[in-house]
């Protein structure tokens, strides 16, 4: 009897939080998270009192555009693979 190999035309399970539909979400998630830490960088910036702190909605616009960015490439090179 042969060693047992799976069929190789079967797709890959992909895992549910890692589907088209719950990337779609989620980059829609961090755009609006991306707009208001932005809304909150010009608010900062404009009150002289909240200047100590624009490092708040700096540092919340900058890692939104990073998971931003890793879920866009995820799903591009997901497409590209079909």
Same mark, same amino acid.
């Given at each position: 009897?042969?060693? #047992?190999?799976?069929?190789?035309? /079967?797709?890959?399970?992909?895992?549910? #939080?890692?589907?088209?539909? @719950?990337?779609?979400?989620?980059?829609?998630?961090?755009?609006? =998270?991306?707009?208001?830490?932005? !809304?909150?960088?010009?608010?900062? $910036?404009? @009150? &002289?009192?909240? /200047?100590?702190?624009?490092? @708040?909605?700096? !540092?919340?616009?900058?890692? $939104?555009?990073?998971? !931003?960015?890793?879920?866009?490439?995820? =799903?591009?090179? &997901? &497409?590209? $693979?079909?």
């Amino acid at each position: 009897m042969g060693t #047992y190999q799976p069929p190789s035309f /079967r797709k890959t399970i992909v895992p549910w #939080y890692d589907s088209s539909m @719950v990337c779609g979400i989620q980059i829609a998630v961090m755009i609006l =998270v991306f707009l208001f830490g932005c !809304l909150g960088i010009s608010v900062a $910036s404009e @009150v &002289r009192d909240a /200047r100590g702190v624009l490092w @708040v909605p700096t !540092l919340l616009a900058v890692l $939104s555009l990073i998971v !931003l960015s890793t879920t866009l490439i995820r =799903v591009i090179r &997901r &497409r590209e $693979s079909i």
